[in-house]
């Protein structure tokens, strides 16, 4: 995402070690680039989890999590996916597995609609939200609108930002180019 403060690159991972095992990885990555520094901090976030998945739908996590601001952590956790024709759903609660341990809830919800052959309406909300005893640590909503066209969607962008213990909404636009690999 190209916008009004900073770019942000996101790259999302998730696959089984084999066809039809119930064991696999899932990484996810997000690399901001703030235009000024007074204004937005350069951040990088970064967790890969080894997943088992019991039941379809329903996985098991560990593995670690780095963020810039806090260091390294190993990390536990759960994720519901729910892949469809229309509708994908990932929501991925976890805990860092640390003295004074920090919660998140990462969620993925998007909506495609229209034929493959043509461009497709494209819809997506990608929200996480981080804290601790003390409170609110961090969270977003990045709300994304436009088309896709055979595994690539391009459209408008709007990211709503909150950092601290009283967070206040940071909101900025721009346009963003996702590409679907696997």
Request: glycine share 10%.
């Amino acid at each position: 995402m190209a916008g009004t403060a900073y770019t942000s690159v996101n790259f999302v991972l998730s696959k089984p070690f084999a066809r039809t095992s119930r064991w696999g990885f899932f990484h996810q990555s997000t690399l901001v680039a703030g235009y000024d520094e007074a204004e937005v901090e350069d951040d990088v976030a970064l967790q890969g989890l080894v997943t088992f998945e019991p039941r379809d739908g329903f996985r098991l996590t560990a593995g670690a999590f780095f963020a810039s601001g806090p260091g390294a952590s190993p990390t536990v956790g759960m994720q519901y996916v729910r892949p469809g024709a229309r509708w994908f759903v990932l929501v991925s609660p976890r805990v860092n597995v640390e003295r004074d341990p920090s919660y998140s809830i990462f969620s993925i919800l998007r909506y495609t609609r229209g034929r493959e052959a043509d461009a497709r309406l494209f819809l997506s909300l990608q929200a996480l939200n981080t804290f601790e005893k003390a409170g609110h640590i961090k969270s977003y909503q990045w709300l994304r609108a436009g088309v896709d066209v055979r595994g690539t969607q391009v459209g408008l962008a709007l990211n709503l930002d909150e950092d601290g213990p009283r967070p206040r909404i940071e909101t900025r636009a721009g346009l963003f180019l996702r590409r679907d690999v696997f």
